[in-house]
């Protein structure tokens, strides 16, 4: 079983930066695949970025290639998402998830450990 509480996300003008945290409970989060995801209102979540429990592999969306960037401290049981350059697009809450053994691609449904979420919102 493991817990996920994100924290990190605010009011935010285009342009702007913010960095998402996930503190993540247990003893083997190494073994753990780590995705972020999003949902704005009204839209199905979808999938933001996933990183390999290593860290030595990433996955990004299209959406966000060269604007967001994904990392992970083992030793901290932490998971970040920085995003850079935010769009009014961006606007929604972001979701942490995890699952053990997971390839890096890998859909909503694959992911069986979620975090409450984090809102981010343009106030632009």
């Known amino acids: 079983q493991v817990q996920l509480v994100e924290s990190g996300g605010g009011l935010v003008q285009a342009g702007g930066s913010l960095r998402l945290s996930c503190a993540a409970s247990?003893?083997?989060?190494?073994?753990?695949?780590m995705g972020w995801f999003r949902q704005a209102p009204g839209k199905e979540r979808e999938f933001v970025a996933s990183?390999?429990?290593?860290?030595?592999?990433?996955y990004l969306a299209d959406s966000v290639k060269g604007r967001f960037t994904i990392s992970r401290d083992n030793a901290k049981n932490t998971v970040y998402l920085q995003m850079n350059s935010l769009k009014p697009e961006d606007t929604a809450v972001y979701y942490c998830?995890?699952?053990?053994?997971?390839?890096?691609?890998?859909?909503?449904?694959?992911?069986?450990?979620w975090g409450q979420g984090t809102q981010v919102t343009d106030s632009t």
């Open positions: 998830a995890a699952d053990a053994d997971l390839p890096i691609v890998a859909a909503v449904r694959e992911y069986n450990y």
């Open positions: 990183i390999s429990g290593s860290g030595s592999s990433t």
């Open positions: 247990g003893r083997t989060f190494r073994r753990y695949t």
